[in-house]
T-cell receptor, first 118, second 113 residues
């Protein structure tokens, strides 16, 4: 069974600095999808970034980028130029290959609470 | 696009009462998911639908939980009778096809006293 582990329950960073959130996962699949979701105090789950396992190039969305290490089963999120609005809980999630019986059944890590300090 | 709409935003009820949570997915999306979030267990998938048909309900905790999707624009999650351990945030999410990310609603915070 797939598992997702986030080993940092809480982190903090100064505004404008860079922070990296860690995520590891376990799967026997070769092709799958990985996500980072943000959950601010408003509670809504917001997609931050998505990575397809068959793509070697790391995904980037503005200030957010990932370091995807497939062999190591590692998927970290880097936030550059941190802003106060980045304060939230961040979840790493795994999705099985599309078309498999587990498609769409996102498996989430336990989350990392990030506080951006002014 | 209004996004995934859930109601109510908060629900407080007494043990033993019936609770119905509602969800309107994004128009055109053909997958709908119900997740539950608790401090102890994190985010768990309860059930999901494809084209209004339940595909996998293996995450539904007990027979007290039931979910329906009578049409493409509406789904309900019902708990009858409710218990204090059902207290959690319940999320509905939808997606289009088998390759797009999930879009989540704002969740319903359920408190059972």
């Amino acid at each position: 069974a797939q598992t997702v582990t986030q080993s940092q329950p809480e982190m903090s960073v100064q505004e404008a600095e860079t922070v990296t959130l860690s995520c590891t996962y376990d799967t026997s699949e070769n092709n799958y999808y990985l996500f980072w979701y943000k959950q601010p105090p408003s509670r809504q789950m917001i997609l931050v970034i998505r990575q397809e396992a068959y793509k070697q190039q790391n995904a980037t969305e503005n200030r957010f980028s990932v370091n995807f290490q497939k062999a190591a089963k590692s998927f970290s999120l880097k936030i550059s130029d941190s802003q106060l609005g980045d304060t939230a809980m961040y979840f790493c999630a795994f999705d099985s290959p599309r078309g498999s019986s587990n498609t769409g059944k996102l498996i989430f890590g336990q989350g990392t609470t990030l506080q951006v300090k002014p | 696009d209004a996004g995934v709409i859930q109601s109510p935003r908060h629900e407080v009820t007494e043990m033993g009462q019936e609770v119905t949570l509602r969800c309107k997915p994004i128009s055109g999306h053909d997958y709908l998911f119900w997740y539950r979030q608790t401090m102890m267990r994190g985010l768990e998938l309860l059930i999901y639908f494809n084209n209004n048909v339940p595909i996998d309900d293996s995450g539904m905790p007990e027979d007290r939980f039931s979910a329906k999707m009578p049409n493409a624009s509406f789904s309900t999650l019902k708990i009858q009778p409710s218990e204090p351990r059902d207290s959690a945030v319940y999320f509905c999410a939808s997606s289009w096809g088998i390759s797009s990310p999930l879009h989540f609603g704002n969740g319903t915070r359920l408190t059972v006293t």
